[in-house]
């Protein structure tokens, strides 16, 4: 059975900063890339950054180019998205997703997601 556990999310003033974590199980972690992916109340679901499964090839919205960073450690089947220099606007569920299609922000070839960690960034 594959999992994919978010946590790391919390309320925070903005400038401020998280880490959040996806610990995935269940498959073959280096055969996926991995992505973030967030939705705020009322909105779409929105990319945010994927990552390959060699750590080698990003890609992330320009948004958050300068503040997010997406990481991962193979060694512990874990994917991270640090979070900079925070913004109200940046509240929402954030969703981690495994891949199996190259590195992408296309939700629908995304094939496995994790249940959500809420982020919350006040003014």
């Known amino acids: 059975q594959v999992q994919l556990a978010e946590s790391g999310g919390g309320l925070v003033q903005a400038g401020g900063s998280l880490r959040l974590s996806c610990v995935v199980s269940?498959?073959?972690?280096?055969?996926?890339?991995m992505g973030w992916f967030r939705q705020a109340p009322g909105k779409e679901r929105e990319f945010v950054a994927a990552?390959?499964?060699?750590?080698?090839?990003?890609t992330q919205v320009d948004i958050v180019k300068d503040r997010f960073t997406i990481s991962r450690d193979n060694a512990k089947n874990t994917v991270y998205l640090q979070l900079n220099s925070l913004m109200p606007e940046d509240t929402a569920v954030y969703y981690c997703?495994?891949?199996?299609?190259?590195?992408?922000?296309?939700?629908?070839?995304?094939?496995?997601w994790g249940q959500g960690t809420q982020v919350t960034v006040s003014s």
């Open positions: 269940g498959l073959t972690f280096t055969s996926y890339s």
């Open positions: 997703a495994a891949s199996d299609s190259g590195v992408h922000g296309i939700a629908e070839e995304y094939d496995y």
């Open positions: 990552v390959a499964w060699s750590g080698g090839s990003v």
